[in-house]
Antibody, heavy 116, light 106 residues
Framework: QVQLKETGPDLVQLTQTLSITCTVS????????VHWVRQPPGKGLEWMGA???????DYNSAFKSRLSISRDTSKSQVFLKMNSLQTDDTAKYFC??????????WGQGTLVTVSS | DTVLTQSPALAVSPGERVSISCRASEGVNSYMHWYQQKPGQQPKLLIYKASNLASGVPARFSGSGSGTDFTLTIDPVEADDTATYFCQQSWNDPYTFGAGTKLELK
C-alpha cells in the first residue's frame, strides 16, 4: 500500500539549515508527484513545493530563495532542504503524494522546532 | 496568491446536517478539495475536484460548488466527525489552503 514517512531533526538552531527526508513505498517517484506541506502548531496548512514525477520542481515563492527539493529515485526518497531558519519555521512538515492535483496520501509528519 | 476564506468554527448536534463553506478570492474552476484533520494526525482527503468522494470516505460527506464558492456538507453528522476541515485549491499557483473550520459537536 502507499506509504510516506518523514524523517528529520526535532530541533534546529536559528539560522541553520533544515533537512528532511521523505521515504515512500507502494508507488514510484517517476509516476507520481510528491509535495511538501507544513503546519505551524495550532495553525493552518501551507504548501511549500513539489517534486514532479519527471524530475522537475516547483516552489512556493514565499520560500523560493531558501528552499530546495530533490530526490533519489533509486532509494524512493524525496528531500527537503531549507536554509536560514527562523522561529516561525517551527512547524510539522508533511510530505504528500498527489493523485491528480489533490493530496491523496500523506505522511504522518515530523515536528521541527527552531531554537534560538 | 488565491486566498480561501472559511468560517472559523461551527457547533452542531449529532444527527444534524452541517455545511462548511469555502470562498476563493479568484476562480479555481472545480479544482477545490477538502480534507479532515484530527488533532495530532495528518490531513485526510475527503472530497476532490469539488464534488468527488475520495475512496473509503462515507457517503455522509458531499461537496458542491464551482468558480469561487464551495461547500462541504456532512449529513448526518456523527460524533467522530469532530475535527478541523480544510479546503485547498490547485487551479492557481501556488496551491493554497483555507485556514480551516473547526467542527465541534454539542
Amino acid at each position: 500500500q502507499v506509504q510516506l514517512k518523514e524523517t528529520g531533526p526535532d530541533l534546529v538552531q536559528l539560522t541553520q539549515t533544515l533537512s528532511i527526508t521523505c521515504t515512500v513505498s507502494g508507488f514510484s517517484l517517476t509516476t507520481y508527484n510528491v509535495h511538501w506541506v507544513r503546519q505551524p502548531p495550532g495553525k493552518g496548512l501551507e504548501w511549500m513545493g513539489a517534486m514532479w514525477n519527471g524530475g522537475g520542481t516547483d516552489y512556493n515563492s514565499a520560500f523560493k530563495s531558501r528552499l530546495s527539493i530533490s530526490r533519489d529515485t533509486s532509494k524512493s526518497q524525496v528531500f527537503l532542504k531549507m536554509n536560514s531558519l527562523q522561529t516561525d519555521d517551527t512547524a510539522k512538515y508533511f510530505c504528500a503524494r498527489t493523485t491528480g492535483d489533490w493530496f491523496a496520501y500523506w505522511g504522518q509528519g515530523t515536528l521541527v522546532t527552531v531554537s534560538s | 496568491d488565491t486566498v480561501l476564506t472559511q468560517s472559523p468554527a461551527l457547533a452542531v448536534s449529532p444527527g444534524e446536517r452541517v455545511s462548511i463553506s469555502c470562498r476563493a478570492s479568484e476562480g479555481v474552476n472545480s479544482y477545490m478539495h477538502w480534507y479532515q484533520q484530527k488533532p495530532g494526525q495528518q490531513p485526510k482527503l475527503l472530497i476532490y475536484k469539488a464534488s468527488n468522494l475520495a475512496s473509503g470516505v462515507p457517503a455522509r460527506f458531499s461537496g458542491s460548488g464551482s468558480g469561487t464558492d464551495f461547500t462541504l456538507t456532512i449529513d448526518p453528522v456523527e460524533a467522530d466527525d469532530t475535527a478541523t476541515y480544510f479546503c485547498q485549491q490547485s487551479w492557481n499557483d501556488p496551491y493554497t489552503f483555507g485556514a480551516g473550520t473547526k467542527l465541534e459537536l454539542k
